[in-house]
């Protein structure tokens, strides 16, 4: 009934439609169409409720579609969309132990326990974000998987700029910045086979502040959203396949580290003074660099240079003078 109702709004799309037809035609309640609406719009459809008149359909570029995702990645690999879940990296890692495939791209509309970097929340609204974890099963080495996060960083900023014609920067080591707020965040969590000493799957969680996240005043002041900064709505699907097939491209061509120089050209951080925690240590640097492993290249006060791996560090601040 649902995909009954979608098609008579989409047939309308940007006329207003009243409840009566829409119940006549389908000889079901005005209450029980309200409430099949209501459903599609937690969805993602942008259908407007037009008090005691009716509903408009005008897009439905926030709704994640499975098949668009599935038919337009370069690399076929398994989609699950789900509704609503705790947390897709949780569930990417128990479904890598369960399954055979060496690849699954796994989305959810919500999530109830979005985690990010050092046991931080991820904010996880209705259709306001993309939610996803890209889970493989690689051959690469434990080595190259310390790198996994530049690369995903890569993809994930390049693709933004693509789909919302912006210009977005990485700030080490995880996450992407607008106009010096944070838009996205990649957390990548893996295990490794002791025995054999390689990798048993890892799971690249990226989490993107698209539209209509609610946020406390707190942490309004240092995320944004894509619309806020673009002015636009970006289809999630849409950029979903953008950064899946970029990531792909990248791993095809993990030789020849093209995603790194991306990585340090879009960096947020080089030349600027910025306050590092380590352990529990706190201390002012100057960004020289980043390196081809990734690493932060410091200028300490003392004229001391230190290079330092994202493990070491617990928070970076960007001083306010910069
Ligand atoms: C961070 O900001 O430190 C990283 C945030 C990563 C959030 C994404 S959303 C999809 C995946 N599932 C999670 O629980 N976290 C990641």
């Given at each position: 009934m649902k995909q009954k109702i979608l098609k008579i709004l989409k047939e309308n799309k940007d006329n207003l439609i009243s409840g009566t037809t829409l119940s006549k035609n389908l000889n079901i309640t005005r209450s029980y169409v309200s409430k099949l609406i209501s459903n599609l719009i937690v969805e993602g459809y942008d259908i407007k409720k037009i008090d005691r008149l009716g509903y408009i359909y005008k897009n439905d570029l926030k709704v994640l579609d499975k098949d668009y995702i599935y038919n337009n990645i370069k690399n076929k690999k398994e989609v699950i969309v789900l509704e609503?879940?705790?947390s897709t990296n949780n569930f990417a890692k128990k479904f890598a132990k369960e399954t055979f495939l060496k690849e699954a791209v796994i989305v959810a509309n919500t999530q109830t326990e979005g985690r990010g970097r050092l046991g931080r929340s991820f904010v996880s609204n209705e259709a306001s974000g993309i939610y996803m974890s890209y889970m493989l099963k690689p051959n690469f080495s434990l080595d190259f998987a310390k790198k996994i996060t530049c690369l995903a960083a890569s993809a994930v900023s390049s693709a933004i700029d693509e789909e919302a014609n912006v210009s977005s920067q990485i700030k080490w080591v995880n996450d992407i910045y607008i106009n010096g707020k944070k838009v996205s965040g990649i957390l990548t969590e893996g295990s490794t086979l002791l025995e054999e000493s390689k990798l048993e799957y890892v799971v690249i969680g990226i989490g993107i502040n698209t539209y209509d996240q609610v946020f406390t005043d707190e942490i309004k002041k240092i995320a944004t959203t894509l619309e806020n900064e673009a002015q636009m709505i970006v289809s999630r699907s849409k950029l979903i396949v953008n950064i899946i097939n970029r990531i792909d491209n990248y791993l095809a061509n993990i030789g020849n580290d093209v995603y790194m120089k991306e990585y340090i050209n879009r960096s947020f951080v080089i030349g600027k003074k910025v306050t590092l925690q380590k352990y529990d240590k706190i201390f002012e640097v100057e960004v020289i660099d980043i390196n081809q492993e990734g690493e932060l290249v410091v200028k300490h006060l003392d004229g001391r240079f230190e290079t330092i791996s994202s493990?070491?560090?617990t928070r970076m601040k960007i001083n306010s003078e910069n």
């Open positions: 609503k879940i705790d493990g070491e560090i």
